[in-house]
């Protein structure tokens, strides 16, 4: 399950499984277009992640346009939040297909699409289908790819390139904080969001710099591996016939599949030759024929990749190790998202909007979110620091600050524990560290996918149940209290992981030695 690390292009000369020529590094990993595949991301994290964030300011605005309850308009901005990271794990099915780069770029479309079409809204429900939905896919579309390309080309420093692109979070929650504000004073929420989905465009053009690894490096890692494939032919192929008469893993029918369709793409060929003398609507008809069956080709094969990773004998759920991590992301992103959403209105009703008209206490966590971010995935480099220590002292921390927020009253005390909920929150940039560290490269994708779509449900659930909570007791205290403590449930799951990965490596052992 765990990939090498050749798998992500960078490769490591060995000269007793290449030969004489050991292979050069790509110049692409840990530099060169992989400085700008980290300014992609930053900018795909301002875009959706930072404009998220500052969408406290359109449910105040959404409150007072259509008068309904706390909790049925807090859906608009969840479902946005929510859809974004949920579709993670379908998304992984176009990146198979497509590539990151066409996935990023139809998101981009799609949600300044979302966008502009909720200008028209007559009603909060109008809103749970254009800005909700329509807005959230195309943004989980351009969210993974980001994510995804980072881990690809960064192999020595990607702590500190994940934690350099997901600092746009906090500049974007900053920046569209500032931007929505004025944009609703001068302009009307309405007009806001039909500019906003007109900057949301950019997300194409971030969508083209995410250049794939070129075919060059992709061979010269199949070079790298050759060698080691051919050793271990001879001594797979009696498991594999068994493994294929179990039906587990079969490529002969995916092969016959595929010399099928050749069959057809030559027999269409051999008529387009032979039959100039028939109409052209005829011929027409046999070039769709054949692109339907390149296209069915190239579905299936994507498909068969998506299907194997969630689903096949190499599924990422045999992990337990991984499995607890997915109950941790369950609870822990909701705890981040409420306060952006329903801490404006805290304010307003501890009559403290003066002080927070001047600096927003959510622009205090954006800022002090950009810091931790960096800080944190420099910390995680070092080698004597293990990533897994820092990202459960920042959990633990963020958990802390959570359950005594109700308990602040002043704005200096709330600017206090803001800050620190911005620093320890950097550890979203240790996300896809985590991740790969605990299935590989080869996997990143799809188990990435898989986290964000635990804590898009976090996300999509949290601001609701906070609002609703506030509809029957009239405040966010008990609110804070109920989310923090199942975001503790989450980290006791964290704090438990090292007991699993040490019986793993027993199991694995045992079943090593019965094959």
């Known amino acids: 399950m765990y990939a090498s690390r050749e798998d992500i292009g960078y490769d490591f000369g060995d000269d007793s ?5 050991p292979i050069k590094p790509n110049p692409n990993i840990d530099g060169g277009w992989a400085w700008m595949i980290v300014l992609s991301s930053f900018l795909v994290h301002i875009l959706i992640m930072g404009s998220q964030m500052a969408l406290g300011i359109l449910n105040m605005e959404w409150l007072e346009e259509f008068n309904q309850s706390r909790g049925l308009t807090a859906w608009v901005s969840s479902l946005s939040m929510g859809i974004t990271l949920i579709v993670g794990p379908f998304i992984g099915l176009f990146i198979s297909m497509c590539g990151c780069r066409k996935t990023a770029i139809i998101g981009g479309i799609l949600n300044a699409l979302g966008w502009i079409l909720s200008t028209y809204a007559s009603n909060v429900h109008y809103l749970f289908l254009t800005f909700g939905v329509t807005a959230g896919v195309g943004s989980g579309m351009v969210y993974l790819p980001a994510v995804v390309m980072v881990g690809q080309y960064f192999q020595k420093r990607r702590a500190l390139a994940q934690g350099l692109s997901t600092t746009g979070t906090g500049f974007g929650a900053f920046l569209m904080t500032a931007l929505l504000k004025y944009l609703c004073t001068e302009f009307g929420w309405r007009n806001a969001m039909f500019i906003q989905g007109a900057i949301s465009l950019n997300l194409c053009v971030c969508g083209a710099l995410m250049r794939p690894l070129s075919p060059k490096d992709v ?39 595929e010399a099928a369709n050749e069959e057809v793409l030559d027999s269409v060929q051999h008529t387009e030759i032979g039959g100039k003398s028939k109409s052209g609507r005829k011929m027409y008809g046999l070039r769709i024929l054949k692109r339907v069956s390149q296209l069915t080709v190239t579905v299936r094969k994507g498909f068969a990749i998506w299907y194997s990773s969630y689903f096949g ?15 941790w992301a369950l609870f822990a992103y909701s705890s981040f998202v409420i306060p952006f959403i329903h801490l404006p209105e805290i304010v307003k009703q501890y009559n403290l909007s003066s002080q927070n008209n001047i600096f927003p206490l959510t622009s205090i966590i954006a800022i002090v979110h950009i810091f931790g971010k960096v800080i944190l995935g420099i910390i995680s480099d070092l080698p004597c620091i293990s990533t897994w220590n820092v990202f459960l ?3 633990f921390t963020l958990v802390t600050c959570i359950l005594t927020l109700p308990l602040m009253q002043t704005y200096a005390s709330l600017a206090v524990v803001c800050a620190l909920i911005g620093f320890s929150s950097g550890y979203f940039s240790l996300m896809p560290v985590v991740t790969e560290d605990l299935v590989g490269t080869k996997h990143l994708a799809n188990a990435y996918g898989i986290i964000i779509c635990a804590n898009g449900i976090s996300a999509l659930l949290g601001p609701p149940f906070a609002g609703w909570i506030y509809d029957i007791t009239h405040k966010y205290d008990f609110s804070f209290y109920i989310s923090g403590l199942l975001y503790m449930v989450g980290i006791i799951f964290l704090f438990i992981q090292p007991c699993i990965q040490k019986k793993q490596p027993r199991e694995k052992s045992m079943e090593q030695a019965q094959v």
């Open 313 to 327: 004998a190499a599924s990422l759920f045999t992990n337990r190790v991984f499995v607890a991590f997915i109950i």
């Open 393 to 395: 002292m920042a959990n």
């Open 17 to 21: 499984k290449v030969g004489s020529k």
């Open 219 to 257: 061979s010269e890692k199949c070079v790298v591996r050759s060698n080691s494939e051919d050793n271990q032919a001879k001594a797979l192929s009696h498991s594999e016939e068994t493994i294929k008469s179990n039906g587990v893993h079969s490529e002969e029918p995916g092969k016959k599949e």
